[in-house]
Every structure is written in structure tokens, then in C-alpha cells.
């Protein structure tokens, strides 16, 4: 689904999606997060965390498996 989706856009713009996902040198674990917390990413861009109950949004998208190791951080997927 992703392969299809980006087929029609420009390295300049794949660059600028994927920096808008990416908090630059840090690494952020979901037990770091807190309710109201804005962090910029690498565009850069701002991303705001809600924590209601058990649920962590970032913007409008839950969270839906956090805590995701990687060789340079930590990913968390969301729902959107």
C-alpha cells in the first residue's frame, strides 16, 4: 500500500514526509511522553502528544504499538 502511494512524488518530498516523522536526537520513549508535550521533528514541524487514559495520540493518530526498537531509536505505530 505504501509502495503504490509513493510512486508519484519527488525524493525533495519523500525527504519532507519522512523528516515530519522523525524527532531529531533524541530518542523517545513512550514512558518519556506526557500529556500536552509538543516535539519538533526534522522538517522541521511540531507534533503535539495527548494521553487520554491508556490511549497516546500524536496529532490525531493513536498509538497503537509503541516502544518498536530500531537500530537508530525507537518507533512507535500508529493508526494513521
Do not use: C, W
Amino acid at each position: 500500500a505504501i509502495g503504490s502511494a509513493l510512486g508519484n512524488i519527488s525524493m525533495e518530498q519523500l525527504q519532507g514526509i519522512l523528516g515530519y516523522h522523525i524527532v531529531g536526537d533524541a530518542v523517545v520513549y513512550s514512558t518519556m511522553l506526557t500529556n500536552g508535550m509538543n516535539l519538533t521533528t526534522l522538517t522541521p514541524g511540531n507534533i503535539h502528544v495527548t494521553i487520554d487514559g491508556d490511549n497516546v495520540f500524536v496529532n490525531s493518530a493513536r498509538v497503537v504499538l509503541p516502544n518498536v526498537l530500531i537500530k537508530e531509536g525507537v518507533v512507535h505505530v500508529i493508526d494513521k
